[in-house]
């Protein structure tokens, strides 16, 4: 995005270094990445990542009202929802895509959101690694409000372990050693301390929670949560079964709470009005449908990973919606192909990890991760056989 910075990337970019950043990615965890390391970061400058972050702030504005929990009280589907929700959701993560507005220009758009984690800890160990194999300039930093690895750590740490001992936070996910994510779990347990623990390996007695490490029967009391409910229902009937415990009034303190996964989501989208978020509605309230159809993409709400959603929007797919106020129609975005490689250029999407504290008056962006595409969509199934696609990182300049 920054031509110059694309430039001098490319002219010092080599196959051998490339095989050496990848080896040492894998290095403290090897065999645990299973996912395409992009071949190249995305560089932002400081108007692009202002318009990000003013589009964030825009939507924070709204979580932080007095009456968000009330326009998003039907967000959280009644058969998964979770007792003891809090005050805010301890993380948000904001997705734009790189895109190109009607007079050509380049500008983000967002594309989703979520009241949930991401890559948190990966991503520290992705932006050392990647500045010492491809020598980042200093005046570019993937960390945003001033953040280093040291206080974007601790801070971390704060939100998720806060007063307990480090065993007494867990972080929970149903089978996590086979999940496609798990390398942001065995960093996690690097840098913070907490193990990781299996939905199955949870022993309940009354409303406390326990799991056994060493012949030792620990108290469960803050639950990193990377549970999706939606995958859950997807779950074996013993799986499921066991999950059961969690939709009980627990001792135990959730970061973040499983509700505030559906609360800021595509559910939010449509009470949002920023020139970076394309306009929204609930499918149930369009009245009269957009003559060019074409130009709009129909998501369901409780999806993930892409799932249901339709970019070729025809007049046949809306009449097959029978639940309508469960999806949204939205307005489509044009992505650029604004990576220039060694083939295809290559379209990018940024996510902003917003952290929240408890006790502060609104979250605070801190880091951010990328991915790369030359498919349809962002996503694996989309990228397959092609280079210079899959995770990355932008950095933006100081």
Not at 184 to 193: A, I, K, N, Q, R
């Amino acid at each position: 995005m920054v031509a110059s910075m694309r430039k001098w990337f490319n002219e010092n970019f080599t196959e051998a270094k490339y095989k050496a950043y990848l080896e040492e990615m894998n290095a403290l965890h090897p065999g645990k990445l299973d996912f395409r390391v992009a071949e190249t970061p995305v560089f932002v400058d400081k108007a692009f990542t202002q318009k990000m972050l003013s589009a964030c702030e825009s939507i924070v504005d709204v979580i932080i009202q007095y009456n968000f929990k009330t326009i998003t009280a039907h967000s959280v589907p009644a058969d998964i929802k979770v007792p003891g929700e809090n005050d805010h959701s301890h993380f948000i993560a904001f997705d734009f895509g790189i895109c190109e507005n009607a007079n050509g220009e380049l500008e983000p758009q967002l594309i989703e959101m979520q009241g949930f984690p991401t890559l948190f800890a990966y991503q520290i160990y992705h932006t050392e690694v990647t500045k010492k194999h491809f020598n980042i300039p200093d005046n570019y930093d993937s960390y945003l409000s001033g953040y280093t690895p040291e206080t974007y750590r601790q801070l971390l740490k704060e939100i998720i372990v806060a007063d307990c001992k480090p065993e007494e936070a867990i972080l929970l996910e149903v089978l996590p050693h086979q999940q496609k994510t798990r390398i942001d779990f065995y960093f996690t347990e690097d840098y913070l301390g907490i193990p990781i623990v299996c939905l199955t390996d949870l022993i309940k007695e009354g409303r406390k929670l326990f799991y056994e490490k060493d012949g030792r029967k620990i108290e469960v009391k803050r639950i990193y949560n990377r549970v999706i409910f939606d995958d859950l229902q997807q779950q074996s009937a013993e799986i499921q079964e066991k999950g059961k415990i969690l939709f009980e009034d627990l001792d135990v303190q959730w970061v973040p709470h499983p509700n505030w996964f559906y609360r800021i989501s595509k559910f939010t989208l449509p009470y949002i009005d920023h020139p970076y978020v394309p306009k929204t509605n609930f499918l149930s309230d369009v009245k009269q449908m957009p003559a060019d159809l074409e130009n709009y993409v129909l998501k369901p709400l409780f999806s993930f990973a892409g799932q249901g959603v339709v970019i070729d929007v025809t007049p046949a797919d809306i009449e097959k919606v029978s639940d309508p106020h469960n999806w949204i129609l939205q307005k489509k975005v044009k992505y650029a192909d604004v990576i220039k490689t060694p083939d295809t250029p290559a379209k990018a999407e940024i996510r902003i990890f917003y952290f929240w504290k408890d006790g502060e008056p609104r979250p605070v962006a801190t880091q951010n991760l990328a991915r790369l595409s030359k498919g349809k969509m962002i996503g694996v199934r989309y990228n397959k056989d092609k280079e210079w696609v899959g995770g990355s990182l932008a950095f933006f300049e100081k």
